[in-house]
């Protein structure tokens, strides 16, 4: 079957440009979860979605970042005013209830760069 | 604050050399284990987890590791290693009692000479 997708695969932005991005997650996994990967700082916790609630936000790193998911399923990350240390790979997972316990399954990623 | 340790950031074997890559984790309460790898050009995939029992755990492709409670570690190993296991490979820890977000290590970085 289909796994996590995710778009575009690659964007390029001007410094205080927005962006969206966007996670299509296997279909019947009720939790979402978004991570950034970057040289300096590994992989990290975004947010965590069950249904359409975001019951974690923590790691998001600062009001700029806002996500939202409808329909218990596509979800989309915005960062508004971006700045060139936004450049990353944004990862987005899936994985069936309860969290914790079940594989979250990885997508591909959305390669950011801020110019 | 919770955080992943992995002691190895790259290493280089020949083939059919023993691996056993380093995880250390520090939190308190009870917490469930991973190990995640990434190939080149693909995604993030699940190797093996630990939730409870056996605290040797048994992955795909021949991994393995084990939780040791007293030293917070879960190491990942391997007694053969192939060129096809070159490859990211990621510690990671989830607290039982969240919203299984997943903490990172930094990743070591497996070079398998043919």
């Known amino acids: 079957g289909a796994g996590v997708s995710q778009s575009p695969s690659n964007k390029v932005t001007e410094k205080g440009k927005d962006v969206e991005l966007r996670c299509d997650p296997i279909?019947?996994?009720?939790?979402l979860y978004w991570y950034r990967q970057s040289l300096g700082q590994g992989l990290e916790f975004l947010i965590y979605f069950q249904g359409n609630s975001a019951p974690d936000k923590s790691g998001l790193p600062s009001d700029r970042f806002s996500a939202e998911r409808t329909g218990g399923s596509v979800s989309t990350l915005t960062i508004q005013r971006t700045q060139q240390e936004d450049s990353a790979v944004y990862l987005c997972?899936?994985?069936?209830?309860?969290?914790?316990?079940?594989?979250?399954?990885f997508g591909p990623g959305t390669r950011l760069t801020v110019l | 604050a919770q955080s992943v340790s992995q002691h190895n950031h790259h290493v280089i074997l020949s083939e059919a050399a023993s691996l056993e890559l380093g995880c250390n984790y520090s939190y308190g309460g009870t917490v469930n284990l991973f190990w995640y790898v990434q190939y080149p050009g693909q995604h993030l995939q699940l190797l093996l987890k630990?939730?409870?029992?056996?605290?040797l755990v048994k992955g795909i492709k021949g991994f393995e590791a084990e939780f040791i409670k007293s030293k917070f570690s879960f190491n990942l190993r391997k007694p053969s290693v192939q060129w096809s296991d070159t490859a990211e490979y990621f510690c990671a820890v989830s607290p039982s009692s969240n919203t299984g977000k997943l903490i990172f290590g930094q990743g070591t970085t497996l070079q398998v000479k043919p």
């Open positions: 997972a899936s994985s069936l209830l309860p969290p914790g316990v079940n594989e979250q399954f």
């Open positions: 630990y939730f409870s029992g056996d605290p």
């Open positions: 279909s019947g996994h009720t939790a």
